[in-house]
Nanobody
Framework: QVQLVESGGGLVQAGGSLRLSCAASGRTFSMYTMGWFRQAPGKERDFVAAIASSSGTTNYAESVKGRFTISRDNAKNTVYLQMNSLKPEDTAVYFC?????????????????WGQGTQVTVSS
């Protein structure tokens, strides 16, 4: 069982930056692929970024490539999402997700564990 707790959301102006953190419980964090998803009001939950457990390779949604960076610190059981050049359309609740495995995943149903989410609001 893995418990995930996100933090770092907030209100920021367009063009600004935020760094989200996701702290995971358990001693096997390094064996989990981690992902970030987001959900805007009335919309489905969408993939944002993922990082593999073993290789650390990453994958991003086209809409955030070049602006967002996912990283992980296995010693701290934490995954991060650095968000730069934020746009109003980035406004959403951001969720951290985890699943056992060695390769990154992009589907909501491919993840077994989810955090409670953190709100990111970008004003124009």
């Amino acid at each position: 069982q893995v418990q995930l707790v996100e933090s770092g959301g907030g209100l920021v102006q367009a063009g600004g930056s935020l760094r989200l953190s996701c702290a995971a419980s358990g001693r096997t964090f390094s064996m989990y692929t981690m992902g970030w998803f987001r959900q805007a009001p009335g919309k489905e939950r969408d993939f944002v970024a993922a990082i593999a457990s073993s290789s650390g390779t990453t994958n991003y949604a086209e809409s955030v490539k070049g602006r967002f960076t996912i990283s992980r610190d296995n010693a701290k059981n934490t995954v991060y999402l650095q968000m730069n050049s934020l746009k109003p359309e980035d406004t959403a609740v951001y969720f951290c997700a985890a699943t056992p495995g060695t390769t990154w995943r992009v589907g909501v149903r491919q993840y077994d564990y989810w955090g409670q989410g953190t709100q990111v609001t970008v004003s124009s």
